[in-house]
């Protein structure tokens, strides 16, 4: 557990060294969420219709920016080694790092998306129920984006290979968050979908540690 931890705070404590990052996450967010409306037009009705599934695919694709390096710097560096080697299992340590990138990329893209929401005219009585799809279905992502950053360890154009894992894997996590967010605009029960959105949490937190230390243990083998 101690070798978990001191991961975790090494991580994090890289992650607010390299402040450039995550404000190149958040500004890739909030431009491609900005060029929307020039694309589809100004109109209210027609952005606020739309504006939740622009804030997700904007987030899905801000979600990739971080990931090439995730293990890659570990591989690069010699650290990856000394993962496999650590006191403590593999799957802990590598939970750790989502759990890192999770807090240092994620957390930042949900506290401006409010700002995000109220460009694109989303209604204001919905902003609790996209957010709460964010703190649910971001997780899913940063776990599914260490699977994909753990099989791209050491393959070239890892950037495309991670896209082609990532991106089909998260479309139940889009569809539920946006279903949700509509629902609460249409005044209908949100719960469904936020428990879905918590059970695929649930089901990648137990599934993707195991992926991404099989992948690791290949790459290093």
Known sequence: ?????????????????????????????????????????????????????????????????PL??????????????????????????????????????????????PIVATMLQLPTEAYGTLLASLLLGTPSLALLGGIGAALAVGARKGSALLALIVLPLAIPVLIFAVAAVEAQIGGLSVRPHLFLLAGFAVFWLTVAPFAMAAALRQAAS
């Open 68 to 113: 090439e390096r995730l293990f890659q710097s570990e591989a690069d560096e010699g650290g990856l080694d000394q993962l496999l080697l650590a006191p403590a299992p593999l799957e802990a340590l590598v939970l750790a790092k989502c759990a890192a990138l999770w807090i240092g990329s994620a957390l930042p893209l949900i506290a401006v998306s």
């Open 1 to 65: 557990m101690s070798a978990t931890l001191a991961l975790l705070r090494r991580d994090l404590s890289l992650a607010l060294r390299n402040v450039g990052e995550t404000l190149t996450v958040l500004a890739f967010f909030v431009i491609a969420a900005t060029l929307f409306p020039f694309g589809i037009g100004p109109e209210p009705q027609i952005l606020a219709r739309v504006a939740t599934g622009i804030v997700w695919v904007v987030a899905l694709l801000a979600s990739l920016l």
